[in-house]
């Protein structure tokens, strides 16, 4: 096998992995991933989305989220989604202004 085929197998496999990992950390709210690591899983699908449309392959973004969150997002967000603390909200505001000065 090419390496680049190997490459793009392994990628997939890491891929699918993490969404497994997600589906089964229902509990890590997405505003906690976005304040730790900068991404959440709707980011995710907006990744798989815009790499399907570089690729000439029209995703639309609630297929993508599908993907991404095992379900529907409507469905997931009233069974798992905590409406976010004032602490997170005031955690996420901060660390968006420093983004937005450093830019």
Not at 80 to 103: D, G, V
Request: proline content about 2%.
């Amino acid at each position: 096998m090419a390496k680049l085929e190997s490459n793009i197998e392994l990628e997939a496999a890491a891929f699918r992995r993490l969404l497994a990992h997600l589906d089964e950390r229902k509990d890590v709210q997405n505003i906690e991933l976005m304040n730790l690591a900068d991404f959440c899983r709707n980011c995710l699908s907006k990744w798989y989305k815009a790499a399907g449309e570089e690729r000439g392959i029209g995703i639309d973004y609630e297929d993508a989220r599908e993907l991404v969150y095992g379900m529907p997002y409507a469905e997931w967000k009233e069974k798992y989604q905590q409406k976010a603390t004032p602490e997170q909200l005031a955690r996420f505001n901060e660390i968006e202004a420093a983004k937005n000065k450093a830019n």
